[in-house]
């Protein structure tokens, strides 16, 4: 689903929403991947893209920094599960497989950063959806929220 500003959408009543979104993007100069990777790029949270299978194909910068990785190619194609404590690995793999399906989970939970040191992640997980409603990826954000 594409939202857009209601001016827009009563301005242009002829224009699907999607079409009006196009329309948007185009205005700022970005298009496409520039468009989306900008957009994932501008949060503050650790943002990570998820393949339908759970591999991790994109994580923005500030997620980079917040668990201390410095290489993208020591996560990148890695289940994400797989990048959490042994023990949690069996809950945060099910609560992907909500949002593979469709649904929508959100947990807190313990992982150290790629240096050891121990944060607590407050972990959002949303399915990205093709324009036949399959989903084609999960949307995983997570936020440091420790004390």
């Not at 009563?10 to 993007?25: F, L």
């Not at 520039?34 to 998820?50: I, Y």
């Not at 990148?76 to 949690?88: A, K, Q």
Request: aromatic content about 6%; overall charge negative; charged content about 25%.
């Amino acid at each position: 689903m594409v939202t857009v500003p209601r001016y827009w959408m009563k301005q242009k009543r002829d224009m699907s929403p999607e079409a009006v979104a196009i329309t948007i993007a185009g205005s700022v100069g970005l298009s496409g991947n520039d468009l989306a990777v900008g957009l994932l790029e501008k949060s503050k949270d650790c943002v990570k893209l998820l393949s339908i299978d759970g591999h991790l194909d994109f994580m923005n910068c500030n997620g980079l920094l917040a668990l201390e990785i410095d290489d993208t190619a020591d996560v990148i194609g890695r289940l994400w599960w797989d990048l959490w404590p042994e023990p949690s690995r069996p809950f945060v793999e099910a609560r992907f497989r909500i949002a593979a399906q469709g649904g929508e989970a959100e947990f807190e939970a313990d992982c150290p950063t790629a240096k050891g040191a121990l944060r607590r992640w407050s972990v959002n997980l949303r399915p990205l959806c093709a324009a036949s409603g399959q989903v084609v990826s999960v949307l995983c954000t997570s936020r440091d929220v420790t004390r």
